[in-house]
């Protein structure tokens, strides 16, 4: 008899199991997870009888819980005569449900509890997702599920969401990226779904009808063809039981599969050079391949990985260096993209100097030469094998991360793999395959390239030009690209680059006990030359570690303007320096950054223990590595000023925001003015900043994570040692200075033309100075007042796809800001509509804000504070606000939690009164004033009387008639 349990036993192992309303999935992803910190995890898959499949996370001590949904239709299966319809669909499921239906409960049920949501469309998938504070979990899943049983496509809705739509389709027409992918579409094959219009306007929408979304609702969303992920602190079978439950109503349909051309691209659009006006200063040469047909077992190896991780290589070897040598590139990238289950493109992406642009055929034949190389090889597994290793190192030793991306990345990529092996099979590569890698090269060739050519048609002359159908950028076909006869440049390199130094070789699992307190540095020092912030990790548990580093000297002084930009150069320059080493770094899990902020250069660099501290090393001994050459000083000068350009032509949002800061801080430039100063600049006064510039400093530094007093003390020597400083006084060092709006009698509107499409408004008002229990008022109303703002302002009067509001503490002073970008309204009529919400929320404010939801949002905010961040490099960042911003004040979280719950429901009615009625005049607004696309905008003239006089004709009645 316990022969033949012990025999069913085994058998049932090898199946899934059954229970009465799912079957659970063997789970065949035999990774293991080595970061103590989730030892507490617990895995689960199950499939529904209706066939929705679900992977479920138990982790009992996740902050919050959240959940997301993939369906696996998308975009591509539109009706040819409906573009757009898949993503109008997924606007209209959030607009309420049979079960709940009112149109924005389910924004405001999430907004109480801490909620995050959101969806998008993607080709062969559309993906929802939300997260919340695990009190408000249940309620949140039963009403997301309801979108998958019975929305009520509400047809007040309808309309409405046109609108939004045509407003998210006008926000991305002045980016550059969007507007290459246009182009892309429009040269694509006419018999490929990726040919056609996807996201939808108010044009191709207009003639949809409420019938033909349901029926086409009702035809595509089916059970069996979606993918569920939830992560929550429930045991996995109350989880099991809880998503049955939820899910189980969902219906299970016939729906009609993708059918796809075997070509994204047809050969007459190849091989070609396609020239594209953008609308900032790039200067990029793209080469686009497809990948060729692969089986499942081929796609395991993800060859596309290997051979992105060649081409964009800037070691010694490599073709980035090939063309640095002749001032012809300033950087390379390369990488794949997924468009759907079937269908993956590998872009390598050259960064051209302006000298570049005069090279456009050589450059083409040097990648031809690469790829020959590249063929002639061999590529040995040694190079798969590193590609490998950190994927398994970052697998093993992952952290707990943001839980809202976290599922919408899950979810998205189990459309893809099989339940049973998933996630093993979407993060590593297996089965090293030289045929295969023999098979794809073949197929990567110069006349299987899309090419595209992105620059100012200033700059090249553009032949036969053609105008895109939906955005109207203007592109050229130039002919067919002929390599046969021409002759071999000087290219003996050999591109397969070598072993990578930073891959980690000694990583082991921390055996340090696991603590949940919020981590609070100590001082190591703190003397003339700086002060050191010192903190092991004891709630990741992961061998990772973080230098974090702000430096001062007298000549980053923000009072002085062209030291700005060339605080900015400085640091430019550095990282081209050493460009190979952070392309070898990322590769192997290290990390930095290198930037200047007011009247500092901050330095973050974090990574695996074992070899991050020989990457940061690399990087300080830059910081005073003698005089820079012409050619380096020229090449980056020209890169930032293309950048500060870009920047100063971004979003109309970006502008006001930029217009903003540069009001509100005393020294603030904008990017237009920094571009104009860095024009200026030479050679010779850059070199002498550079020489002078760590002649004095000071450094603040917070070392965090895997790491020991002792090396640490030893990481900060050989910092002083690198910059080989005198002391900079604390006493000398410069303070931000920022706008008292208090002190002025406002409220002041600044106006801006802009030649972007949209228009912009930011509203501040200067709340007053910070205290811990006015902070925790204006958080409160803040939070209060975010789903009202943008359900009026979007959703029902349609002024907008991009509104929103925020609270700040900047400098000790506290901000309310109200945001919109809008494609259809006035700046003037938004800031009416503004001030009439603000006015309209506060005389309802205790209808709006009850005792009972106070108490709600005032828990929420405590439930933050005592959850203060999402992943490991969230901690970081408050770790580094706390150090630098709040002089190593690591209580600040407690003083705040302390004043939220004294805080009283009569105070926060007070406050919200007092600091947005009208009678705080200490208010700013920015307008950004760009072009209206096809706006029926009433645009009133001003006229003064004798001219509107002399302007009217007069008639009696009967001429009127």
Not at 533 to 543: G, K
Request: with cysteine; hydrophobic share 40%; glycine share 4%.
């Amino acid at each position: 008899m316990l022969k033949k349990l012990i025999i069913i036993f085994l058998f049932s192992l090898s199946f899934p199991l059954f229970c009465d309303s799912y079957e659970i999935v063997k789970d065949e992803c035999n990774l293991s997870i080595d970061t103590p910190s989730l030892q507490n995890r617990k895995f689960l898959k199950i499939r529904l009888k209706n066939g929705l499949e679900a992977y479920l996370v138990s982790d009992p001590d996740a902050p919050k819980s959240a959940a997301a949904l993939a369906v696996h239709v998308g975009s591509w299966s539109d009706p040819e005569d409906r573009p757009g319809l898949a993503h109008f669909l997924e606007h209209l499921l959030f607009l309420g449900t049979e079960k709940y239906p009112h149109e924005s409960g389910y924004t405001k049920y999430l907004d109480q509890y801490g909620g995050q949501r959101n969806a998008f469309t993607a080709s062969d998938r559309t993906v929802y997702m939300f997260s919340i504070d695990n009190e408000g979990f249940k309620g949140a899943l039963d009403r997301f599920a309801q979108f998958f049983i019975a929305p009520l496509f509400l047809t007040s809705g309808i309309d409405r969401e046109m609108k939004a739509i045509d407003q998210e389709f006008c926000k991305d027409q002045p980016l550059d990226t969007w507007r290459h992918h246009y182009v892309m579409k429009e040269l694509a094959n006419p018999k490929h779904p990726f040919h056609r219009f996807d996201i939808g306007n108010k044009e191709t929408l207009k003639a949809i009808s409420r019938d033909e979304v349901k029926e086409w609702y009702h035809t595509h969303y089916s059970a069996d063809i979606m993918k569920l992920v939830v992560i929550s602190p429930l045991p996995t079978a109350e989880m099991a039981e809880l998503v049955s439950e939820t899910f189980a109503p969902v219906s299970k349909k016939t729906s009609p599969p993708l059918s796809l051309p075997d070509s994204l691209f047809t050969p007459d659009k190849l091989n070609r050079v396609i020239t594209i006006t953008p609308l900032r200063a790039l200067q990029t040469l793209d080469f686009t391949w497809e990948l060729p047909p692969l089986s499942k077992k081929e796609e395991e190896m993800k060859v596309q990985d290997l051979l992105a991780f060649i081409l964009g290589n800037e070691g010694d070897e490599s073709l980035l260096v090939f063309l640095k040598e002749r001032g012809w590139a300033d950087g390379i990238r390369a990488g794949d993209q997924k468009l759907s289950s079937t269908a993956t493109l590998l872009t390598v992406s050259i960064e051209l100097t302006c000298e570049g642009l005069n090279h456009i055929d050589e450059i083409i034949h040097s990648m031809d030469q690469t790829l020959t190389a590249m063929r002639k090889g061999p590529i040995q597994p040694e190079l798969f094998q590193e590609i490998q290793a950190m994927a398994l190192i970052k697998y093993r030793y992952q952290t707990r991360g943001n839980v809202f991306e976290q599922v919408a990345e899950w979810a998205y990529n189990l459309v893809d793999e099989p339940l049973a092996t998933f996630p093993k099979n979407s993060l590593i590569p297996f089965n090293y395959n030289p045929d295969l890698i023999e098979k794809v090269l073949k197929h990567f060739i110069i006349e299987n390239a899309f090419i595209t050519l992105n620059c100012d048609k200033e700059k090249k002359i553009y032949k036969n030009a053609k105008s895109e159908r939906w955005m109207g950028v203007s592109y050229a076909i130039h002919s067919p690209i002929l390599l046969k006869n021409t002759p071999p440049l000087a290219f003996n390199k050999k591109i397969i680059p070598e072993s990578n130094p930073f891959i980690s070789t000694q990583l082991l699992p921390i055996k340090r006990e696991f603590s949940d307190k919020f981590p609070e540095p100590v001082t190591l020092i703190e003397n003339s030359q700086g002060k050191l912030f010192f903190a092991e990790d004891s709630h990741f548990l992961t061998p990772e570690v973080s230098y974090s580093f702000v430096f001062k000297s007298p000549l980053i002084n923000d009072h002085v303007k062209e030291n700005v930009v060339m605080g900015d150069l400085f640091c430019k320059i550095v990282l081209d320096e050493i460009s190979p080493l952070i392309v070898h770094a990322n590769q192997a899990g290290i990390h930095s950054e290198l930037a200047t902020q007011p009247f500092n250069i901050q330095l973050d660099v974090k990574g695996y223990s074992d070899k991050t501290s020989l990457f940061l090393k690399e990087v300080l001994q830059k910081f005073n590595n003698g005089p820079v050459s012409i050619e380096l000083f020229e090449r980056n000068k020209d890169k930032l000023i293309r950048k500060y350009h870009n920047a100063a032509q971004s979003s109309p949002l970006k502008q006001g925001m930029d217009e903003l800061y540069h009001i509100l801080y005393k020294d603030r430039s904008t990017y237009g003015e920094k571009e104009e100063l860095l024009q200026s600049i030479s050679y010779e006064k850059f070199q002498d900043f550079h020489q002078k510039l760590f002649e004095q400093s000071y450094i603040e530094a917070l070392f965090f994570g895997d790491i020991t007093k002792e090396h640490a003390l030893q990481i900060w020597s050989d910092t002083i040692a690198a910059l080989h400083s005198k002391p900079y006084p604390a006493s000398k060092h410069f303070q931000i200075e920022l706008a008292a709006l208090k002190l002025i009698r406002g409220p002041y509107l600044f106006s801006k033309k802009s030649k972007l499409e949209g228009n912009a408004l930011i509203l501040t008002a200067d709340l007053g100075p910070f205290n811990f229990k006015t902070r925790a008022s204006q958080e409160i109303l803040s939070k209060s007042m975010e789903e009202p703002f943008f359900s009026e302002l979007r959703t029902r009067q349609q002024t907008a796809y991009i509104v929103t509001n925020w609270a700040k503490e900047l400098e000790r002073e506290l901000y309310s800001f109200f945001a919109i970008q809008s494609h259809s309204h006035d700046g003037r009529d938004l800031l009416a509509r503004f001030e009439l919400f603000i006015e309209n929320f506060l005389q309802n404010i205790r209808q709006e804000v009850t005792a009972e939801k106070f108490e709600i949002l005032k828990n929420s905010s405590i439930y933050a504070l005592d959850h203060p961040y999402k992943d490991r490099d969230d901690l970081i960042d408050l770790l580094k606000t706390l150090a630098f911003d709040y002089d190593g004040d690591f209580e600040w979280l407690k003083k705040r939690k302390a004043a939220l719950k004294e805080l009283t429901y009569s105070e926060f009615i007070q406050f919200a009164a007092d600091s947005l009625g009208s009678e705080n005049h200490q208010r700013l607004a920015i307008f950004i004033e760009g072009k209206l696309p096809g706006s029926s905008l009433l645009n009133y003239k001003k006229v003064n009387f004798k001219k509107l006089k002399n302007e009217l004709e007069y008639q009696t009645r009967f001429q009127r008639n």
